[in-house]
């Protein structure tokens, strides 16, 4: 991997993708991988990562993610998971139930008698896949990397689009890719056009230990302020997502530790012990952002700079991890003077469009349906998890959803 000097005033590559964080690094790795002939830039608005035990990335904090089987496979065939393994916690157990009604169905890998794997997915922190992943493309020197520079314009030409920075260069490519996260500057410059819908809640994440061992259990806990997600981690640590009423968020973040610990111990029961430490906890504010055409003259954007999800269902990433693996895919088996033209990006996302709708209205109507407390949506809600407990074959959607084993992974469907 190159660095490039600050004195050059006009760059040209075939692909610069803008956001050096998770959705964008693994895009250049898996375009290197896939086609080693191409020229990449990957450029951030963020300084360059001290190489240190620890990423200094802010997309690479102490947050952690949870990776379902298809994203484990990508993973693989991009040579990290060896790696990233590790120190990742396998899921193999999901309980799902309602604060206040029966019904807290188990969901298991075999649950459905098609889906015969070991676990549901991996759940790891994100600082240890940067490591890792910087490691790797580390050893690519046909990837060229600029830091610490924002993307202030864009022109789009018939045969190329020009990227203005912040330091004075131009970089020219045929294909812009924005990987830049949900306040996306490639999505505004390039007129992108996305719906926010604030769901009036914030997540506050942390990670916390319990008395008694996890046994590779992931818990999803519904209450009238909203989901709590206990994630197993490694070390018999869970990772906590606690979805919380703005209204209510500053009380909840200001409490001492034990005071919090006490607090999400009643909100959420003895189901995962009695919680014992926690970390320290940051706030997230929860909405969805959507884009119904993420693609433009020349330019795609992918990951959160195309969609933000709620935290709910754990499909944010592993949604954005299938973006940039179609992408490459595509991109794979395009001619390289057509990297970027309209056929070429109107058959990415004609590969993608079913899979982001499926995804988000799925997403989005387990927030509403859990978030609303009249009896008219309580009553049938705590039926169907009951329905679930008696009959496990009923979750089968819903486990093939959270193992992320879509077709699009089948190459045919890419050609």
């Given at each position: 991997?190159?660095?490039?000097s600050?004195?050059?005033?006009?760059?040209?590559?075939?692909?610069?993708?803008?956001?050096?964080?998770?959705?964008?690094?693994?895009?250049?790795?898996?375009?290197?991988?896939?086609?080693?002939?191409?020229?990449?830039l990957?450029?951030?608005?963020?300084?360059?990562?001290i190489?240190?035990?620890?990423?200094?990335?802010?997309?690479?904090?102490?947050?952690?993610?949870a990776?379902?089987?298809?994203?484990?496979?990508?993973?693989?065939?991009?040579?990290?998971?060896?790696?990233?393994?590790?120190?990742?916690?396998?899921?193999?157990?999901?309980?799902?139930?309602?604060r206040g009604?029966?019904?807290?169905?188990?969901?298991?890998?075999?649950?459905?008698?098609?889906?015969?794997?070991?676990?549901?997915?991996?759940?790891?922190?994100?600082?240890?896949v940067?490591?890792?992943?910087?490691?790797?493309?580390?050893?690519?020197?046909?990837?060229?990397?600029l830091?610490?520079?924002?993307?202030?314009?864009?022109?789009?030409q018939i045969?190329?689009?020009?990227?203005?920075l912040s330091?004075?260069?131009?970089?020219?490519?045929?294909?812009?890719?924005?990987?830049?996260?949900?306040?996306?500057?490639v999505?505004?410059?390039?007129?992108?056009?996305?719906?926010r819908?604030?769901?009036?809640?914030?997540?506050?994440?942390?990670n916390?230990?319990?008395?008694?061992p996890?046994?590779?259990?992931?818990?999803?806990?519904?209450?009238?302020?909203?989901?709590?997600?206990l994630?197993?981690?490694?070390?018999n640590?869970?990772?906590?997502?606690?979805?919380?009423?703005?209204?209510?968020?500053?009380?909840?973040?200001?409490?001492?530790?034990?005071?919090?610990?006490?607090?999400?111990?009643?909100?959420?029961?003895?189901?995962?012990?009695?919680?014992?430490?926690?970390?320290?906890?940051?706030?997230?504010?929860?909405?969805?952002?959507?884009?119904?055409h993420?693609?433009?003259?020349?330019?795609?954007?992918?990951?959160?700079?195309?969609?933000?999800?709620?935290?709910?269902?754990g499909?944010?990433?592993?949604?954005?991890?299938?973006?940039?693996?179609?992408?490459?895919?595509?991109?794979?088996q395009?001619?390289?003077?057509?990297?970027?033209?309209?056929?070429?990006?109107?058959?990415?996302?004609?590969?993608?469009?079913a899979?982001?709708?499926?995804?988000?209205?799925?997403?989005?109507?387990?927030?509403?349906?859990?978030?609303?407390?009249?009896?008219l949506?309580?009553?049938?809600?705590?039926?169907?998890?009951?329905?679930?407990s008696?009959?496990?074959s009923?979750?089968?959607?819903?486990?093939?959803?959270?193992?992320?084993?879509?077709?699009?992974?089948?190459?045919?469907?890419?050609?």
């Amino acid at each position: 991997m190159s660095t490039i000097s600050t004195s050059e005033q006009t760059l040209d590559y075939d692909v610069v993708i803008v956001g050096a964080g998770m959705s964008g690094s693994l895009l250049a790795l898996s375009l290197l991988t896939k086609k080693p002939s191409l020229k990449v830039l990957l450029l951030d608005e963020n300084p360059k990562r001290i190489k240190t035990d620890r990423a200094s990335n802010p997309s690479f904090d102490a947050r952690c993610i949870a990776l379902n089987a298809g994203s484990v496979d990508v993973l693989h065939e991009l040579g990290l998971w060896k790696d990233i393994q590790s120190k990742a916690q396998s899921i193999q157990q999901i309980q799902v139930s309602d604060r206040g009604y029966l019904g807290a169905p188990e969901l298991t890998p075999q649950s459905s008698s098609e889906i015969n794997d070991e676990a549901f997915g991996y759940v790891v922190e994100l600082q240890h896949v940067g490591q890792v992943l910087a490691h790797t493309l580390a050893d690519f020197q046909s990837l060229t990397t600029l830091y610490n520079v924002k993307l202030e314009h864009i022109e789009q030409q018939i045969s190329s689009v020009t990227c203005q920075l912040s330091n004075t260069q131009k970089v020219t490519a045929k294909l812009c890719v924005g990987a830049d996260g949900g306040n996306s500057q490639v999505r505004k410059l390039a007129n992108i056009q996305s719906s926010r819908s604030d769901y009036h809640r914030s997540a506050i994440i942390c990670n916390i230990r319990s008395n008694q061992p996890h046994q590779s259990i992931a818990y999803e806990r519904f209450t009238e302020s909203g989901p709590i997600a206990l994630l197993p981690l490694t070390d018999n640590r869970f990772s906590v997502v606690y979805c919380v009423e703005n209204k209510n968020l500053d009380c909840i973040k200001n409490l001492s530790d034990s005071a919090f610990l006490s607090h999400l111990q009643l909100e959420f029961g003895f189901r995962a012990g009695v919680f014992e430490e926690t970390g320290k906890r940051d706030v997230y504010p929860l909405m969805l952002l959507t884009s119904n055409h993420p693609i433009s003259h020349r330019v795609v954007c992918i990951g959160n700079a195309a969609h933000s999800l709620h935290p709910v269902a754990g499909q944010g990433f592993n949604l954005g991890l299938r973006d940039l693996y179609v992408l490459a895919e595509v991109i794979s088996q395009t001619d390289i003077d057509k990297v970027g033209s309209f056929p070429m990006l109107n058959h990415y996302w004609q590969c993608r469009k079913a899979d982001h709708n499926k995804t988000i209205l799925m997403t989005d109507s387990l927030v509403r349906i859990f978030s609303n407390q009249y009896h008219l949506f309580s009553i049938p809600r705590t039926f169907g998890l009951q329905a679930m407990s008696l009959f496990p074959s009923l979750s089968q959607p819903i486990i093939e959803q959270a193992k992320g084993q879509f077709d699009l992974f089948n190459r045919e469907n890419l050609s």
